[in-house]
């Protein structure tokens, strides 16, 4: 199935922004390109007029930039199968579509939208499938031709065939059939002469020599309007291999379209540049998107995009439908970043930084990186832990947490004083300050939690920081001592 190169498409119709479900497809077929040494193409299915969004194809196109899905022929690439576009291909299909008629494969149909909601409404009442009852089926030649030239407006229908059924050797699935009986007659050209995605998506595949078709499992039921095509235009169809549906992370219906947040401000992202804006790494996505619904064995999560390239198969997709999984996602991209190097992560933090009206200077940045790279899960997440290190002055904050457990308001002067005359004559370094603060609180009779409580809160503003020692040596004696005092005059204005 994969010995040869494998010509695969990415062929997205651009009315929304680009979803996870479609970002793995589009990994899927980059990574079926790459491990057999084909072509990866990509190509722009704006037939829908009506639904088509321009700003869809950019965030398209920086999504897959975003996660490496660098493409071989197509949009902004070319490639000697173009036009990429399909409303640029219009010709081409008018041809195909002429020759399908003269063969008597396909048919005009001069039904009004008032007499098809009609037939489908009757239908349903019947207790049957909406659907197309083939008024238009049996019209002679003749009159077709001539209510055409008199200007009636038309669609044109494939004519399926009435009675057998069609298989389907789908390269996840095995075999699928389906009884014609069931299936309905599709427009293929609509009355404004577009053809629609099932009869542009065969000429377009077959045209652009494409061996492997990979879609959602929700194209299983359109598979006989395009073999049927393919049969009746004479063409050898590519492999096909439906992709199992991504499930909500409650495993009980489909990802949603849509993003949510929680009560708690928490962002459940379903767009790629929603994922890109809150700082997952494209490594990491790029491993997770592979493994929902693929994997390489029971127990292999972690692989570099060149392990998946290598490893990856269609024979190791599953046909089940796998569920999203936030935490795991998340799990992954702490592990990817806490595997950068300090000057990578430091260089992809200062954007959010800047995100955020934090003017952070590199060199500073590259002392604290290490401080927060273990805390991490999402490069957002950066600002919020590293905004004091960058203040002239801290916001003002509860006096009532400078107090440490076990001890009261009381207490903190006298450990206050006791830090500035320690850090007024330490070594500030992170081992000098370490051992000068672990004797000090020793001399004071308290646990080193005690005694730092109070320190974190005048230095940074807050009970959780990074690591105290590293804090307080990329501060500065100057800094430091100077909060310490500011903590102090604030205990004094509230006595």
């Given at each position: 199935m994969t010995d040869k190169p494998a010509r695969v498409?990415?062929?997205?119709?651009?009315?929304?922004?680009?979803?996870?479900?479609?970002?793995?497809?589009?990994?899927?077929?980059y990574l079926l390109a790459r491990k057999t040494g084909g072509?990866?193409?990509?190509?722009?299915?704006?037939?829908?007029?009506?639904?088509?969004?321009?700003?869809?194809?950019?965030?398209?196109?920086?999504?897959?930039?975003?996660?490496?899905?660098?493409?071989?022929?197509?949009?902004?690439?070319?490639?000697?199968y173009g036009p990429y576009v399909q409303t640029e291909r219009l010709e081409i299909y008018q041809k195909y579509a002429k020759q399908l008629l003269d063969a008597g494969h396909v048919y005009r149909c001069f039904c009004t939208p008032e007499r098809l909601a009609k037939v489908n409404e009757e239908r349903q009442k019947a207790g049957l499938n909406p659907g197309y009852d083939r008024h238009c089926r049996n019209l002679s030649p003749e009159e077709s031709e001539a209510r055409a030239a008199a200007g009636e407006p038309f669609t044109i229908r494939i004519k399926i065939p009435l009675t057998g059924s069609i298989t389907l050797h789908d390269a996840i699935r095995g075999d699928i059939t389906i009884e014609n009986e069931i299936v309905n007659d599709a427009v293929l050209v609509k009355s404004n002469g577009i053809p629609t995605y099932h009869f542009a998506v065969v000429v377009d595949d077959h045209l652009m020599e494409i061996t492997h078709v990979l879609r959602g499992e929700e194209w299983v039921s359109?598979?006989?309007?395009?073999?049927?095509l393919y049969d009746f235009l004479g063409w050898e169809p590519p492999v096909f291999a439906h992709l199992p549906v991504i499930l909500n992370p409650a495993g009980k219906g489909k990802m949603s379209k849509r993003e949510t947040r929680a009560p708690d401000g928490t962002v459940y992202p379903v767009f790629v540049h929603t994922f890109k804006e809150l700082g997952y790494l494209p490594e990491a996505l790029f491993n997770y998107l592979a493994l929902v619904g693929w994997s390489y064995d029971?127990?292999?999560?972690?692989?570099?995009?060149?392990?998946?390239?290598?490893?990856?198969?269609?024979?190791?997709?599953?046909?089940?439908?796998?569920a999203w999984d936030y935490d795991k996602l998340?799990?992954?991209?702490?592990?990817?970043?806490?595997?950068?190097?300090v000057p990578d992560l430091t260089d992809r933090l200062l954007p959010f930084l800047e995100k955020a009206g934090i003017h952070a200077d590199r060199e500073t940045m590259l002392k604290i990186t290490p401080l927060i790279q273990e805390?991490?899960?999402?490069?957002?997440?950066?600002?919020?832990?590293?905004d004091f290190f960058f203040m002239d002055e801290l916001p003002d904050f509860d006096p009532a947490l400078l107090v440490p457990k076990k001890l009261t308001m009381a207490d903190v002067p006298a450990i206050l004083q006791k830090a500035h005359t320690v850090l007024a004559e330490a070594e500030f370094t992170h081992d000098g300050l370490e051992k000068a603060l672990k004797a000090a609180a020793a001399e004071m009779g308290l646990k080193a939690g005690q005694f730092y409580q109070p320190i974190r809160v005048a230095t940074c503003g807050r009970k959780v920081a990074p690591p105290l020692?590293?804090?307080l040596e990329v501060l500065g004696r100057e800094t430091v001592l100077r909060r310490i005092e500011q903590a102090q005059l604030r205990l004094e204005i509230g006595d």
């Open positions: 498409r990415y062929a997205p119709s651009p009315t929304g922004y680009f979803h996870v479900g479609g970002a793995r497809t589009a990994l899927y077929d072509s990866f193409i990509l190509r722009i299915e704006d037939t829908d007029q009506k639904r088509f969004n321009p700003d869809s194809v950019a965030d398209l196109l920086d999504g897959l930039r975003f996660l490496g899905l660098d493409w071989d022929e197509g949009v902004e690439v070319g490639g000697e359109s598979f006989p309007i395009h073999l049927h029971d127990k292999t999560e972690i692989m570099t995009r060149e392990e998946i390239i290598e490893r990856f198969s269609l024979e190791r997709v599953n046909s089940s439908p796998a998340n799990h992954f991209n702490g592990m990817y970043i806490r595997n950068l190097s805390r991490l899960t999402i490069l957002s997440e950066a600002a919020a832990k590293v020692y590293g804090t």
